[in-house]
T-cell receptor, first 113, second 113 residues
């Protein structure tokens, strides 16, 4: 089991640029979650998908953020345009059923200058 | 100006001693609780979970205790080892919420040689 795979591990970009973060969930898991972690706010849920369908995106901070899940094995989180306050570690997680724990990837550390 | 971040509670224990990490939750409707361990540069890693119909669950070197009366959760680690040094998060799930898990701010555990 390769676990949840995220890319890139680190991303440094300039304000105003588009950023795309990628996630491959564990095979067979039907729910996928995007979280953001900062020192100020801890771990925050941004959006989650069930069977590739977005269920709750109320945690997405602004219209600059968008997420897609075109198939069961791939999801993207896009920020356009990026701002310095978006700097954080972004985690993707997946699970196979509602009563099972989330399995997290190792995150993408985003720095927007 | 200086940014104000989350003030993580810290716990320092001697190698070989037992550790107890505490967590309070606020929602009496929460029905599922999880402990995660996060090492530097990695994503949160599942340790143990417990459902609200239980008050104790044991794993390998870890025990979770749930006191629903006072809405308190604790993680006990037996014979703490240097590899246990990490930030530990509790999370709970509101049975009626679509937002899934709510994470606490974490406790930094440091194991002293």
């Amino acid at each position: 089991d390769a676990g949840v795979i995220q890319s890139p591990r680190h991303e440094v970009t300039e304000m105003g640029q588009e950023v795309t973060l990628r996630c491959k969930p564990i095979s067979g898991h039907n729910s996928l979650f995007w979280y953001r972690q900062t020192m100020m706010r801890g771990l925050e849920l941004l959006i989650y998908f069930n069977n590739n369908v977005p269920i709750d995106d109320s945690g997405m901070p602004e219209d600059r953020f968008s997420a897609k899940m075109p198939n069961a094995s791939f999801s993207t989180l896009k920020i356009q345009p990026s701002e310095p306050r978006d700097s954080a570690v972004y985690f993707c997680a997946s699970r196979d059923r509602r009563d099972s724990p989330l399995h997290f990837g190792n995150g993408t550390r985003l720095t927007v200058t | 100006g200086e940014s104000v971040g989350l003030h993580l509670p810290t716990l320092s224990v001697q190698e070989g001693d037992n550790s107890i990490i505490n967590c309070a939750y606020s929602n009496s409707a929460s029905d599922y609780f999880i402990w995660y361990k996060q090492e530097s540069g990695k994503g949160p890693q599942f340790i143990i979970d417990i459902r609200s119909n239980m008050d104790k669950r044991q794993g390998q070197r870890v025990t979770v205790l749930l006191n629903k009366t006072v809405k308190h959760l604790s993680l006990q680690i037996a014979a703490t080892q240097p590899g246990d040094s990490a930030v530990y998060f509790c999370a709970d799930r509101n049975s009626g919420s679509a937002r899934q898990l709510t994470f606490g701010s974490g406790t930094q555990l440091t194991v002293l040689p």
